[in-house]
């Protein structure tokens, strides 16, 4: 099949680099258009995109999907199927029905659950022990077409965002072309997604990562799993906000206040609810990253002091 693939992120990468490898002819690649990046705000490709400059192949980058001039230039193109993954736009009627097999699209989760932009982060943040990818046919509702094909993964204890969202999107990528092998075979069947089981998964924010000190121990660990590396968990010290990486709770500790901070000898302990946590990475505003030991060595904490 003539191919074109759609995505932006790094997490696309795996799939494209599959996609891209298999029988069938990948003849341009759809992201989102170049977006300013850093303390100079300079234009930067997006991942998919620079992997397309690279192995020159045509990159189109439309501000939406229903302009008139992607979609000419879409049937221009012809292609029998768009493979997508982690696209981050909304892909009008118009354009889904120009290919002959639709959008096959690989989304990071056992749907019907998860539907949405962050379907791995939330997974991590709501406590799920299993999770995977599914690839579906794209239509109009959110994450709601009928289901190719799916695989499951473990959720492990200390996984961050990051790491699951590595592993799915290997394994994800060997899916996807296998559901693409089978639609040009004619053995492909999708199926309808159960009414039971929804839910939904948008868009982390800044404001979803602060860290609630008030929540359980087990709450704290998973707020901060899912937010990394992105955007990152935080809190605010002094009136300064810090990010931090993983904790893990101390199970035999002395009980402290919500966000009450004890440094010991080997470790830095904040309290949550229920059982403290030792802090594992602390990152300062415009600092580098720093153990959390070294970093309380450097501001000479007072005792009682608060996280809030």
């Known amino acids: 099949m003539r191919l074109v693939f759609a995505g932006t992120p790094e997490a696309a990468l795996p799939a494209l680099d599959a996609v891209a490898a298999s029988r069938h002819e990948l003849v341009a690649v759809v992201t989102r258009p170049d977006a300013p990046s850093g303390r100079g705000r300079r234009l930067v490709r997006s991942p998919v995109g620079a992997w397309g400059d690279e192995h020159g192949v045509e990159v189109l980058t439309p501000q939406r999907p229903r302009e008139p001039e992607f979609q000419e230039r879409l049937r221009e193109i012809g292609p029998d199927c768009v493979p997508v993954v982690a696209y981050g736009a909304l892909v009008p009627p118009s354009a889904l029905g120009i290919p002959r097999y639709g959008w096959v699209n690989l989304h990071f989760s056992l749907l019907p659950a998860w539907r949405g932009a962050a379907p791995v982060q939330h997974a991590?943040?709501?406590?799920?022990?299993?999770?995977?990818?599914?690839?579906?046919?794209?239509?109009?509702?959110?994450?709601?077409?009928?289901?190719?094909?799916?695989?499951?993964?473990?959720?492990?204890?200390?996984?961050?965002?990051?790491?699951?969202?590595?592993?799915?999107?290997?394994?994800?990528?060997?899916?996807?072309?296998?559901?693409?092998?089978?639609?040009?075979?004619?053995?492909?069947?999708?199926?309808?997604?159960?009414?039971?089981?929804?839910?939904?998964?948008?868009?982390?924010?800044v404001e979803d990562a602060r860290i609630r000190w008030g929540d359980p121990a087990f709450g704290v660990t998973r707020r901060i799993r899912a937010c990394t590396p992105a955007p990152g968990a935080w809190t605010t010290l002094r009136g300064d906000r810090l990010k931090l990486g993983a904790v893990h709770p101390v199970a035999n500790?002395?009980?402290?206040?919500?966000?009450?901070?004890?440094?010991?000898?080997?470790?830095?302990?904040?309290?949550?609810?229920?059982?403290?946590?030792?802090?594992?990475?602390?990152?300062?505003?415009?600092?580098?990253?720093?153990?959390?030991?070294?970093?309380?060595?450097g501001l000479r904490l007072e005792a009682g002091e608060t996280f809030a």
Request: proline residues 6%; charged residues 25%; hydrophobic residues 40%.
């Open 124 to 205: 991590v943040l709501h406590g799920d022990e299993v999770t995977g990818a599914s690839v579906f046919e794209l239509e109009a509702g959110l994450d709601t077409g009928p289901v190719y094909g799916t695989l499951t993964e473990h959720v492990r204890p200390a996984d961050t965002s990051g790491d699951l969202l590595e592993r799915l999107a290997t394994e994800g990528a060997g899916l996807l072309v296998a559901v693409l092998d089978a639609i040009e075979d004619g053995t492909a069947r999708a199926h309808p997604q159960p009414a039971d089981g929804v839910s939904l998964a948008p868009k982390i924010t």
């Open 253 to 297: 500790a002395e009980a402290l206040k919500p966000g009450e901070i004890r440094v010991e000898r080997s470790q830095v302990l904040a309290g949550t609810a229920t059982t403290p946590v030792a802090l594992g990475e602390v990152r300062a505003a415009g600092k580098k990253p720093m153990s959390a030991t070294d970093w309380a060595r």
